[in-house]
């Protein structure tokens, strides 16, 4: 399956939840172009992998908007 990736603006916010199976992270990001929930807050599946331009979960991949300065 290939993931799709998603632009967000401003910096992620990482947290803790608590599931049945115990005690996952996920994300808050203003996103810009989600295949299904389109422009604004999302909240993500759960987080899988972090980088320096964004980080990876179950079902996308989410990459830091860069702007032209």
């Given amino acids: 399956m290939i993931k799709p990736v998603v632009y967000f603006t401003g910096e992620p916010v990482f ?3 608590e599931t ?3 005690e996952v992270e996920v994300a808050k990001v203003y996103g810009l ?3 299904k929930l389109g422009t604004g807050v999302i909240r993500t599946s759960v987080v899988v992998k972090k980088n320096d331009n964004g980080f990876e979960t179950l079902n996308t991949i989410y990459e830091q ?3 032209d300065e």
Avoid: E, L, R, T
Wanted: no cysteine; aromatic share 16%.
């Fill in 20 to 22: 049945v199976d115990g």
């Fill in 15 to 17: 947290y803790f939840m």
């Fill in 65 to 67: 908007a860069i702007k």
């Fill in 33 to 35: 172009n989600h295949p």
